[in-house]
């Protein structure tokens, strides 16, 4: 049976409907595969989870184990794919927010990670089905307060466990220069590395809260 190593918990902002946990290298690069219509975008090095509703925090929650964790109960959605953490220091992060560093410290490696939401669905359907009837207006008594009464109440486990090491990509082989027939020596042609990793289009990110509302101060649902 896996055994817990580490944890951490967090109360976290989600920004453009997403929150990414990912190793500390992944604050470096210049573009990330985001969510869009699917629970997760995943990155070489992080891996973005797509919120069910912004403007209120979410509960994270990390998870370190030994081994494959058994699986949560009553769940409303989990995936589990694989990340790469060459530091192994596991940073949350909350895009145009910004990152929270080191939450987890972890030996570097390949690893599993198995990401669970609850209450996701939930929260979102009560936020529009009340926004829609106050006109998403924060000064209303109503949707204030839903909005401060759903704090923490969508839930994100990530639960990580070491598959292996990372292995170095294999260096390319010198080939020996050729012998011409007039006894002169050519270099052979520079050979091209293929990427480990094919590259994947940036898809447009998910609509702001602002962008919502204002969108539906000027079309609203019937």
């Not at 817990?4 to 918990?9: E, H, P």
């Not at 209450?119 to 839903?146: C, H, M, Q």
């Amino acid at each position: 049976m896996s055994s817990l190593l580490d944890a951490a918990t967090r109360y976290v902002r989600p920004d453009h409907r997403m929150v990414g946990i990912a190793d500390a290298v992944a604050a470096t690069a210049q573009e990330s595969v985001v969510p869009g219509e699917d629970f997760l975008g995943v990155n070489p090095n992080e891996i973005l989870i797509a919120t069910g509703q912004d403007g209120m925090d979410v509960h994270l929650r990390l998870e370190a184990w030994d081994g494959p964790p058994p699986p949560p109960r009553d769940h409303e959605l989990s995936e589990t794919t694989g990340i790469d953490l060459p530091t192994g220091q596991v940073c949350i992060d909350l895009t145009l927010r910004g990152w929270i560093p080191e939450v987890l410290e972890l030996p570097p490696g390949h690893y599993q990670a198995r990401i669970t939401a609850w209450d996701r669905t939930r929260i979102k359907d009560l936020y529009w089905e009340v926004g829609s009837r106050t006109g998403f207006d924060p000064g209303n008594t109503e949707f204030a307060a839903l909005r401060a009464g759903s704090h923490g109440h969508q839930r994100y486990l990530v639960q990580l466990w070491k598959l292996g090491d990372i292995n170095p990509e294999p260096a390319q082989p010198e080939e020996p220069e050729a012998e011409d027939t007039m006894g002169t020596t050519t270099a052979p042609a520079p050979r091209r590395r293929s990427a480990t990793r094919p590259q994947q289009p940036l898809p447009a990110p998910p609509p702001s809260l602002d962008d919502m509302l204002e969108r539906e101060r000027k079309h609203p649902r019937q």
